[in-house]
């Protein structure tokens, strides 16, 4: 499927399809790519996600399917096992959420009924919708609480969240984030979940990639359950996975057809299949696979310490020419910038850099007294420009850019003259370079 002839006869047969993907390849070419949740993935899993792996249907897991031919399959879908486990120190993993968003489901669904309290990080001052907000299954199926950051300090204040826990006396507690650029006490919070007979569970969708090479702290031995993406600072593809840095006896009382009560595991597996999905995406966890072997390189290394030094230097940067940072600095690969301070909204913010060629997402900052279309700030990340080859002189240029960009906000000219040296720029960092990282030496 996945060969040169192939694949132009597939762009003569569909251009409309493939004529747009040229123009997203452009579009990703000219541009400097800030988004946090965004990364380019190398060539061999961009290759393993287009191949026919696609084809091969496989309910349930390595050995125990429900269909015929699944050997090969089934020895990809080990690999990715055995690669995350390794990767992360995890004594159980299943790799097949689709995405962190059901991940995150199947989890809720091992470990919750509906109607159970939760105490989450509120959306609002940087968390996922997936941990209880209101429009998302979580907020509808379960009983949300939310503890959030200091108004004064932008970080998270452990000894609320404690009173929290311990007013609201929740069945699962969730730690991680979308927008929050400090790092997490996980001894705090386990200590906090026990006071109150909760589980604890770490979303690491952002940092992960931070997480598994030891520049942040380590949720594993004290987090009950970590859910993560696959496709932020991880750089594999789009996905999901659920991990455990130990199982135990579940403490819901299931117990299988002999009376024993059933390992953690058996119900998170259910909980994925047939629990929240059907046949598993084989390309996407053979894709999984490479990129966790991919993080196993010293070069990955090297890359996420970039990730981190570009990001405390654009935050640096930013701070230097008088723009508010929230929390002043931060530990991972992004940050938020208030603009409340300048009198410019996200949405203003986003729109010109966008014309610029310079992607960012307008995000809500703490406190924000503006809507969720409005915002008052922006999200910046580091982990895409720091796979292009960005490294921290280039994060002072961008600040010039951006700060130029948002003084000349109603200036076409100056705009343009942006945009042209931002296209121009980035020509020296080819995607095709980008396709070639981790590549084995040919
Ligand atoms: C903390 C966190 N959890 C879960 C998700 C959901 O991931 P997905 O978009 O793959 O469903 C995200 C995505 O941004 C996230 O930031």
């Not at 031995?221 to 135990?248: A, S």
């Not at 940072?325 to 009198?343: A, E, I, Q, R, Y």
Request: charged residues 20%; hydrophobic residues 40%.
């Amino acid at each position: 499927m996945f060969n040169k002839e192939n694949q132009d006869q597939m762009i003569t047969k569909d251009l409309s399809v493939f004529s747009l993907i040229a123009a997203e390849k452009d579009r990703q070419q000219k541009g400097i790519e800030l988004i946090a949740s965004e990364n380019f993935v190398s060539s061999q899993v961009a290759a393993a996600a287009g191949s026919v792996l696609t084809n091969k249907y496989a309910e349930g897991l390595p050995g125990k399917r429900y269909y015929r031919g699944c050997h090969v399959v089934d020895a990809i879908e080990s690999l990715a096992i055995e690669r995350a486990k390794a990767l992360f120190g995890a004594a159980w993993v299943n790799v097949q959420p689709h995405s962190g968003s059901q991940a995150n489901a199947a989890l809720m669904m091992a470990v919750l009924q509906p109607g159970d309290k939760i105490l989450g990080f509120h959306l609002a001052h940087g968390g996922h919708l997936t941990h209880g907000s209101p429009v998302s299954f979580s907020g509808k199926l379960y009983n949300a609480c939310f503890y959030g950051v200091n108004r004064d300090t932008g970080r998270i204040d452990w000894e609320e969240v404690a009173q929290k826990a311990s007013l609201e006396k929740p069945r699962l507690i969730i730690c991680g984030a979308s927008a929050y650029s400090r790092d997490w006490d996980y001894v705090r919070l386990r200590a906090i979940a026990d006071e109150v007979g909760a589980l604890l569970w770490a979303d690491i969708a952002h940092p992960c990639g931070l997480i598994s090479q030891g520049l942040l702290n380590n949720p594993f031995p004290y987090c009950h359950f970590v859910t993560t993406t696959t496709h932020k600072t991880l750089r594999g593809p789009r996905g999901g996975m659920i991990l455990m840095g130990k199982d135990f006896e579940n403490p819901l009382g299931k117990t299988n057809a002999k009376g024993m009560l059933q390992p953690m595991s058996v119900l998170l597996d259910a909980a994925v299949f047939p629990g929240t999905q059907g046949g598993p995406l084989e390309h996407i966890i053979a894709a999984k696979a490479i990129a966790f072997h991919e993080a196993m390189t010293s070069d990955y290394k090297a890359y996420v310490l970039q990730v981190q030094q570009n990001a405390q230097v654009l935050a640096q940067g930013f701070m230097d020419q008088g723009y508010k940072v929230v929390s002043d600095g931060t530990d991972n690969h992004l940050f938020l910038l208030d603009l409340s301070p300048k009198n410019i909204t996200g949405n203003q913010a986003d729109i010109v850099l966008e014309q610029a060629d310079i992607t960012v997402n307008k995000n809500l900052i703490p406190f924000d007294t503006t809507s969720p279309f409005v915002t008052s700030g922006i999200r910046l990340g580091t982990a895409a420009v720091t796979t292009r080859g960005l490294v921290a002189a280039d994060m002072l240029l961008i600040v010039e850019w951006i700060d130029h960009l948002l003084k000349h906000m109603d200036d076409p000219m100056q705009i343009q003259a942006v945009k042209e040296a931002v296209n121009k720029y980035m020509r020296k960092f080819p995607l095709s370079q980008v396709d070639n990282h981790n590549l084995p030496p040919s």
